[in-house]
């Protein structure tokens, strides 16, 4: 089965660009979705489809997908961007998740 | 507005049975799958199955299989997981989204807090 990898934590200061990658074997060759999740809270898409938003998310979300490698950049990190964040594509039938990233603002 | 309204938590002992719904509403029904997703304390989102609401095709994961039952009634728009054999690392917040496999998961429940404690 497909697996994705993404680091467990991920660090940015305030007002800066924060990069969230997910390694997958040619993951260019996928559709991939970014959701974020803060606590207590349901997930939210903030990502389809490599690097297309959804309305109501800010324009500092960007995504990018090439080779092994999909990216979300945040730019002008703020304190509520705080949260946890997860790639997920299609494999198949079935639903993927990377393992998550915790995204700290300092 | 599109909404998707989860039932209450639940708490149950090892071995019992728990079934979850999602009430949908501000769409047409049919035109989305349903996913469930659930997230253990510590662990990040585990991806649950899917159930077509058009035409009830479904798929699990296959750790679960044998395990849970998925259903809709298209009369109220209303999704169902169901989990059987609880053990005690089925606790979780458990979440519906509906979704299209190009576009990801658009909107999500609530969450529903299942508990499994003897």
């Known amino acids: 089965s497909y697996e994705m990898t993404q680091p467990l934590s991920v660090s940015v200061a305030l007002g800066q660009t924060a990069r969230i990658t997910c390694g997958g074997n040619n993951i260019a060759n996928r559709n991939v979705h970014w959701y974020q999740q803060k606590p207590g809270q349901a997930p939210v898409l903030v990502i389809y489809?490599?690097?297309n938003r959804p309305s109501g998310i800010p324009e500092r979300f960007s995504g990018s997908n090439s080779g092994n490698t999909a990216t979300l950049t945040i730019s002008r990190a703020q304190a509520g961007d705080e949260a946890d964040y997860y790639c997920q594509v299609w494999d198949n039938s079935a639903v993927v998740f990377g393992g998550g990233t915790k995204l700290t603002v300092l | 507005q599109v909404q998707l309204v989860q039932s209450g938590g639940e708490v149950k002992k090892p071995g019992a049975s728990v079934k979850v719904s999602c009430k949908t509403s501000g769409y047409t029904f049919s035109t989305y799958g349903i996913t469930w997703v659930r997230r253990a304390p510590g662990q990040g989102l585990e991806w649950i199955g899917w159930?077509?609401?058009?035409?009830?095709?479904?798929d699990y994961a296959q750790r679960l299989q044998g395990r849970v039952t998925m259903t809709t009634d298209a009369s109220t728009s209303t999704a169902y997981m169901e989990l059987r054999s609880l053990r005690s690392d089925d606790t979780a917040m458990y979440y519906c989204?509906?979704?299209?496999?190009?576009?990801?998961?658009?909107?999500w429940g609530q969450g529903t807090l299942v508990t499994v404690s003897s």
């Open positions: 489809k490599h690097s």
């Open positions: 159930i077509s609401t058009y035409n009830s095709n479904m």
């Open positions: 989204a509906r979704h299209t496999v190009t576009l990801g998961f658009d909107y």
